[in-house]
């Protein structure tokens, strides 16, 4: 299966970036610059492509972006610390950013005869995020079949669409997924800060996966009281 894998850069898409290559025929790694309030996560992206010899593509739509504001990833609005269950997470939503992005990457599968566009949409994310939801994906998939039709038939691969994050970390783990070469911290600093809701995610991720973190968190201990399932003293 000719593949093409959007990644943002981060643990999930990488991961799949790394399953994909294993499985199938990896043909390209696409990002986007939405106007994203820090563009760290792309040379992370950019890194994966070329550790596994296939191009890397950043699609600009940054005047997209601008017009999606009010919002935690778009805006000068503080991304909010605490777990994704949280309503103050509620911000960090980009209205349409992953229908927005797979329309594009389906265009371009079809202009190069992929067979499919693989996303790293997860279970984690259905709380929160409308857009990254079983009915979304099957749905999304309807339509580009009713696009696309006499002209190119992809599939939109979404394996972890029923997935936890630990069940992504296990399986970036099975294919050698270098963590640490992955960026997930929606602050961007130069370490992750360990405190807003995919920093919180990510280590809570590791810890029910049962693999190490090789991740540095400004405050790796927040998570513990972020999930409310562990102390502290637990997790040590």
Not at 66 to 78: K, P, W, Y
């Amino acid at each position: 299966m000719k593949t093409i894998v959007v990644c943002s850069g981060g643990l999930d898409s990488v991961s799949l970036a790394h399953r994909i290559a294993a499985e199938h025929e990896l043909l390209a790694l696409i990002s986007f610059d939405y106007g994203q309030r820090h563009k760290k996560e792309l040379d992370y992206a950019a890194d994966c492509a070329a550790r596994l010899g296939v191009p890397h593509e950043i699609i600009d739509i940054s005047a997209v972006g601008r017009h999606l504001s009010g919002f935690a990833l778009t805006d000068t609005i503080d991304v909010p610390d605490g777990h994704y269950a949280e309503d103050t997470m509620k911000v960090t939503v980009v209205p349409n950013r992953n229908a927005i992005m797979l329309a594009i990457a389906f265009g371009v599968a079809a202009a190069r005869n992929a067979d499919a566009v693989a996303v790293a949409v997860h279970g984690g994310d259905h709380f929160i995020y409308p857009d990254c939801r079983p009915g979304f994906i099957d749905a999304f998939q309807v339509m580009q079949d009713a696009a696309l039709d006499g002209y190119a038939a992809v599939r939109l691969f979404a394996p972890y669409v029923n997935a936890s994050k630990a069940d992504i970390v296990a399986d970036g783990a099975r294919h050698g997924t270098p963590f640490e070469r992955t960026w997930s911290c929606y602050k961007g600093g130069e370490r992750h800060c360990g405190r807003c809701g995919t920093c919180v995610e990510r280590r809570e991720a590791f810890h029910l996966a049962g693999v190490s973190d090789p991740t540095g968190y400004e405050d790796p201990d927040f998570w513990a009281a972020a999930t409310g399932a562990f102390s502290a003293e637990e997790v040590r």
